[in-house]
């Protein structure tokens, strides 16, 4: 992180000024820039809302900061630059005074793509940590992956099985069908076609389309009573949690 400090005094130079340093200070001056920059965004003077914004983020604006990240990031208005992205979402997380365990889950998982995009999945299993920590099941889903093939973390499957599970709990149907082949192949479990049947019932029923395919072929190594207690198992699951926002909790 440190040496993210560094941009700063680079950033200094690049970015024109469009207000006298103890302006920006002022938190009304800001306020004002800000929704001027969001107005012109709307209007797709992108060029404006940099020579707004970027004088704001070097002062240490948050909303700044984060804007700018963003619009680098996805390509709004501007080129896509995955290391200004990075730059500026580095400098929100700087001058943020929470801990990053506390911090931004967007940005959290931004960052964490950005890393697996440059093939750092080492740094990238930092980031989609800390946002899977704070709930983002999508970073607990990846995280589960980095896990199960062993890129940038040592291979470990019950480490996989434990972020697919607390992916798959809200529904995430690829959390679901892992899960599955998981069960299916004995990694991270024990071997066990009924749970794996479950799961691949479950992910179908989210939207997997692989799953259907699992399922049938599991079934034929199944006896009818197994399939049966999988299909209970399914509704008994569903059933249990059908009063909370989490539908498939500890299936």
Same mark, same amino acid.
């Given at each position: =992180?440190?040496? *993210? ?42 060029g ?22 963003? =619009? ?15 730059? *500026?979402?580095? =400098? ?57 093939v ?12 434990? *972020? ?7 529904g ?8 599955? =082949? ?16 479950? *799961? ?52």
């Amino acid at each position: =992180m440190k040496k *993210w400090t560094l941009f700063v005094a680079t950033i200094l130079l690049l970015c024109s000024s469009v207000a006298r340093a103890d302006d920006i200070e002022d938190s009304r001056y800001r306020s004002r820039i800000y929704t001027e920059a969001i107005q012109e965004h709307i209007k797709g003077n992108y060029g404006r809302v940099l020579e707004l914004l970027c004088p704001l983020a070097v002062q240490g604006s948050l909303s700044a900061q984060f804007f700018l990240g963003s =619009m680098y990031y996805t390509g709004d208005g501007v080129t896509q630059d995955y290391q200004e992205a990075k730059k *500026w979402y580095h =400098m929100y997380l700087l001058s943020s005074q929470y801990p990053l365990e506390q911090g931004d889950s967007t940005v959290q998982f931004n960052l964490a793509s950005i890393y697996v995009k440059e093939e750092d999945y080492q740094e990238a299993s930092k980031w989609y940590r800390l946002a899977a920590e704070l709930g983002i099941y999508e970073a607990q889903f990846l995280l589960g992956r980095i896990y199960e093939v062993g890129e940038g973390v040592p291979q470990d499957y019950q480490e996989a099985v434990k *972020w697919y599970r607390l992916a798959a709990a809200p529904g995430y149907a690829d959390a679901q069908y892992n899960l599955g =082949m998981m069960y299916l192949n004995g990694e991270g479990v024990a071997k066990d076609y009924v749970h794996a049947h479950m *799961w691949f019932n479950i992910a179908a029923r989210t939207g997997n389309k692989d799953a259907i395919k699992y399922r049938e072929i599991v079934a034929k190594i199944m006896t009818p009573s197994q399939i049966a207690g999988a299909q209970k198992m399914v509704r008994d699951c569903v059933k249990k949690n059908s009063t909370h926002f989490i539908t498939y909790k500890d299936c």
